[in-house]
């Protein structure tokens, strides 16, 4: 009698893992299919914000709404939409899946310090660094779905250090550097 029911579990457990492995290759095939049918265009850079990674007039592949089911990940290139008037490349530099912590008179990021991408650390003022902690919990994350995101520039500019956490659903996509 123990062996039936014992037998009976197991079978159970693995008609539920198959459906759970067939539900997860379904849905990770889907977001690929979605990815791929998203409308791109290619967008020419005006300014040099983003210098030195990226530099005015360079072209970036531009793929809308490719956050409305995908999450943000760290160094992605988004273009955000700042109060619905401007709109602006940043860089995602922390999620909420992220270690965040300040230190330093600096962003530590899952335990190093924040920099771009020619490795120079940030600069902030004390105002900035006292504000970006409103949104840093005791557990060193950002609410869900917020995340920093900052220029390329080093020094004070619009990004987290002036409008701090922001919530991914304002992404308007994500940008893609088109090598020459």
């Known amino acids: ?46 300014g040099d914000s983003m210098s030195p990674l990226i530099k005015d007039g360079q072209k970036l592949k531009y793929i809308k709404w490719y956050y409305s089911f995908r999450e943000a990940k760290v160094w992605d290139l988004v273009n955000y939409n700042f109060a619905s008037k401007f709109e602006f490349i940043k860089q995602v530099k922390a999620t909420d899946k992220d270690d965040v912590k300040i230190s330093w008179d600096n962003l530590v990021i899952n335990w190093k310090p924040m920099k771009n991408s020619a490795w120079e650390s940030y600069s902030f003022t004390e105002a900035e660094l006292n504000l970006l ?15 920093f995101i900052f220029w390329d520039n080093i020094s004070s500019s619009k990004d987290s250090r002036k409008f701090w956490a922001v919530s991914q659903k304002d992404f308007l996509g994500r940008l893609e550097i088109i090598k020459k």
């Open 133 to 147: 902690k409103l949104y840093i919990s005791k557990e060193n994350k950002l609410p869900k779905w917020s995340v």
């Open 1 to 46: 009698m123990k062996k039936s029911y014992l037998y009976i579990s197991f079978f159970v457990f693995l008609v539920f893992l198959v459906f759970l492995i067939v539900l997860v290759f379904v849905s990770k095939n889907k977001n690929s299919e979605e990815v791929k049918n998203l409308e791109t265009e290619i967008k020419l850079v005006s």
